[in-house]
């Protein structure tokens, strides 16, 4: 049974910092690329982050270039978020996905946890 858990969320002010983890379990971690996405109130989920099973390459979405950095220790099995000077539009629920393209995409998801960032 694949399971990813993430945690680290909460409130926090404009200019805080805040990590994520993703734990990961009943999939080989290091096979699967791994990915930060957010969904805002009323807003459609969007891609904050993405790093490569192959090379640990990253991408991030120009909002966050700069201030958030996605990491993942293939030996725990975990995903980080490192987010900093954050702002009040970062404020969403985040969650973790994991994805390998085999034929197609296979994509796993977290349960989400909650960003909150006050002015």
């Known amino acids: 049974q694949v399971q990813l858990v993430e945690s680290g969320g909460g409130l926090v002010q404009s200019g805080g910092s805040l990590r994520l983890s993703c734990a990961v379990s009943?999939?080989?971690?290091?096979?699967?690329?791994m990915s930060w996405y957010r969904q805002a109130p009323g807003k459609e989920r969007e891609l904050v982050a993405s790093?490569?099973?192959?090379?640990?390459?990253?991408n991030y979405a120009e909002s966050v270039k700069g201030r958030f950095t996605i990491s993942r220790d293939n030996a725990k099995n975990t995903m980080y978020l490192q987010m900093a000077s954050l702002k009040p539009e970062d404020t969403a629920v985040y969650y973790c996905?994991?994805?390998?393209?085999?034929?197609?995409?296979?994509?796993?998801w977290g349960q989400g946890t909650q960003v909150t960032v006050s002015s």
């Open positions: 996905n994991a994805f390998v393209i085999i034929s197609r995409r296979h994509d796993f």
């Open positions: 790093i490569s099973s192959a090379d640990g390459s990253t």
């Open positions: 009943g999939l080989t971690f290091s096979s699967y690329g």
